[in-house]
């Protein structure tokens, strides 16, 4: 299509053609090139002189390159210089910042360097002192790690610093502590020699503490910042308090408890206490109750004391123990808490940190220290109690049960302890108390035979009546107690003294059984532990009623009711009825004899049987009811053996059971 509309026939043809047109060009050109000669000349020479001015150019600005390199170079030295001498100056003046700052932790105010080296610890100066402390706790937490740059704990400086904080930290709390001990000491001896603070004669003087407590409280914060400078020194100061107060609490003690015995409205002549086989019980109940009033007192007086006593030293010689909850108030809460120190707390990291694990231990050892001693107080009133009655022991016990429980498991251990051996104690007299007359129980083994009831059996429902107005609180198990061990050996010591003379044994039994029931017969109703006594002796009379009763019967009617028994003996070996009456000593010949002889009379073999059941009864009151079971008796046999003869005999007549108990009905 292209060849067509150019006109081109054939491509070959088209080629030469062009070549030839450029080769026409190409000739022109070389032309009129070399027409222009002389203007390529004049532009040659303008060109090598542009070339010229072009390297002079270039070697110029070469030059000015160095130059504007040095000049360069010049300037970021310039610069470099001057950058390290700005950042030099911020680091000289950062660096004089914390020289201040380390100089002002190393430097020592004079003030405080006064009070922690001075010989000062009124309470006047005290102020100054907390100050001082404080200061030197927080300069001393301030010089070590992470509270200052470790590279500063290094330096030799930090390092003598420390060790003179060290020296001066050592200097007070030696100060201090000899200060305390001396000051605790000396307290107390004032209290020990100004009489008014005990009781006198004629006049019982509750302990009075608020004073000292009072001064305590001005050394209170003291002793929290030394326990932070010197956890170690806490121990001597301790024991010296414990020491000073253990002689204050000893002597409020002894005096309460000898004004206590002495203004005790009791007889002038002691009072002795018989036991079971003596004369008498000579106690009187008024003594008795004053001196159980008097325990109280003193246990009401002194264990709040003591419970306050402990919750303060525990606060106050910086124990960590939780508030103390003490149940035995009552009473005595005349004062304001004495638990509260005033004490808060210097560091919260210290107060705060978790301290699960309370150094109980530590406390009740030093408790020990500070109480020991105080109970042999407790232990004179609770032995002159049980010399004037033994029965004190009851309601004393009782009292310190209530107190015991209301103790509760906390930093006061040795209060519960006190109550606990108080307790034991109490307990033991009691028991040696009950040994003693149990023993006099037993020795009446040893008498003549004795008729009648025993001494001790009324006298046992005296003792018991008595007890029981001494019951209070949980002293129930002790008195249970006692009973079991009394009625015990009663019961076996009357067995045995009923052995002795065999013939006679089931009226001594039955005598005392029913004395013992009658005596006792209100306090059973009320009392579980003598109601189950109770029944006891109610089985053995029965049974003894019974044996005696049996023995009168077949002492009258012994043919009757030996021909009544040979029946039953044979029936048993399967002999058959029929064949009964023609066993020997049994035929109706026999059976009309015995008849006979038994029955005829049979007015007087009853009179004769109420005769011997009132023979050897010392007890008139006992006959009614034992006749009356004796005649129930004689008729329930006498019915077994009529039924037996209507069975064996039904020929045979007999008296009937309604004749008989119409005569004995009419006797």
């Not at 006064?114 to 300069?139: K, P, R, Y």
């Not at 790690?145 to 930090?158: G, L, Q």
């Not at 035979?449 to 209070?472: H, K, N």
Request: proline residues 3%; hydrophobic residues 40%.
């Amino acid at each position: 299509m292209c060849s067509y509309i150019m006109g081109i026939g054939e491509a070959e043809a088209f080629s030469e053609r062009l070549k030839r047109e450029l080769q026409a060009l190409e000739a022109a050109n070389v032309h009129a090139i070399l027409e222009s000669e002389p203007l390529i000349d004049e532009v040659l020479q303008g060109l090598e002189a542009a070339s010229n001015c072009v390297e002079d150019m270039d070697e110029w600005l070469g030059m000015f390159n160095v130059k504007l390199r040095h000049m360069r170079e010049d300037i970021e030295s310039i610069e470099t210089r001057n950058n390290k001498l700005e950042m030099q100056n911020v680091n000289n003046r950062t660096l004089i910042q914390e020289l201040d700052k380390l100089l002002e932790q190393l430097s020592i105010p004079s003030e405080y360097s006064a009070c922690l080296t001075g010989d000062s610890f009124d309470e006047a100066q005290m102020l100054q002192n907390m100050e001082a402390c404080e200061w030197l706790t927080t300069a001393m937490r301030g010089l070590e790690v992470p509270n200052i740059d470790p590279t500063y704990a290094k330096m030799r400086a930090v390092k003598e610093k420390r060790g003179e904080l060290q020296i001066i930290k050592s200097v007070f709390v030696g100060k201090a502590s000899e200060y305390l001990r001396s000051y605790f000491a000396s307290f107390v001896d004032f209290m020990l020699n100004d009489k008014n603070y005990f009781s006198q004669r004629g006049q019982l003087k509750r302990p009075d503490h608020a004073d000292l407590r009072y001064k305590c409280r001005t050394y209170a914060r003291l002793l929290k910042h030394l326990k932070i400078l010197d956890k170690n020194c806490l121990g001597p100061l301790r024991k010296a308090y414990c020491s000073s107060l253990n002689l204050l609490l000893r002597r409020e003690a002894r005096e309460f408890a000898n004004e206590l015995r002495a203004s005790a409205k009791t007889s002038k002549t002691p009072t002795v206490w018989e036991g079971f086989m003596g004369s008498g019980q000579n106690v009187n109940s008024a003594d008795t109750a004053a001196v159980s009033e008097a325990y109280a007192k003193i246990l009401t007086i002194f264990i709040p004391l003591l419970v306050d006593e402990s919750s303060f030293f525990a606060h106050f010689m910086c124990f960590e123990v939780p508030s103390l909850v003490d149940g035995n108030k009552t009473g005595h809460n005349d004062q304001k808490n004495d638990d509260d120190l005033g004490i808060m707390d210097i560091d919260e990291n210290d107060s705060k940190s978790g301290k699960n694990s309370v150094d109980f231990a530590a406390l009740n050892e030093s408790l020990q220290d500070l109480l020991d001693g105080i109970q042999e107080d407790f232990a004179a009133v609770v032995d002159w109690a049980h010399k004037i009655d033994p029965l004190c022991c009851i309601s004393m016990h009782g009292t310190t049960e209530r107190y015991l429980s209301g103790q509760k498991a906390d930093a006061a251990g040795f209060v519960r302890i006190l109550l606990g051996d108080l307790e034991s104690r109490i307990s033991m007299q009691f028991s040696r108390f009950v040994d003693e007359a149990c023993h006099q129980i037993e020795r009446s083994e040893r008498n003549a035979r004795q008729t009648g009831v025993l001494p001790y059996i009324p006298r046992f429902a005296s003792l018991a009546t008595r007890m029981e107005q001494y019951v209070a609180g949980q002293s129930r198990d002790l008195v249970d107690q006692a009973y079991t061990k009394f009625v015990s050996i009663m019961f076996v010591t009357l067995e045995k003294n009923a052995q002795t003379d065999p013939k006679y044994a089931d009226i001594f039994l039955i005598e005392n059984y029913a004395a013992f029931q009658n005596s006792l017969y209100d306090l059973a109703n009320v009392v579980p532990t003598l109601a189950k006594f109770y029944h006891q002796a109610s089985e053995a009379y029965e049974q003894a009623c019974t044996r005696h009763i049996s023995v009168i019967i077949y002492y009258q009617f012994e043919r009757l009711f030996q021909f009544a028994r040979k029946i039953e003996d044979l029936i048993l070996n399967n002999v058959a009825p029929e064949e009964i009456p023609f066993q020997v000593g049994l035929s109706k010949a026999d059976l009309r004899k015995t008849l006979k002889s038994s029955l005829s009379g049979v007015d007087k073999s009853i009179a004769a049987m109420y005769k011997k059941l009132h023979k050897n009864l010392t007890s008139e009151e006992l006959l009614p009811s034992l006749w009356n079971k004796c005649k129930n008796d004689f008729l329930d046999k006498y019915e077994t053996f009529v039924q037996l003869v209507a069975r064996i005999y039904p020929a045979e007549s007999v008296p009937s059971v309604a004749e008989l108990r119409d005569l004995l009905a009419s006797m």
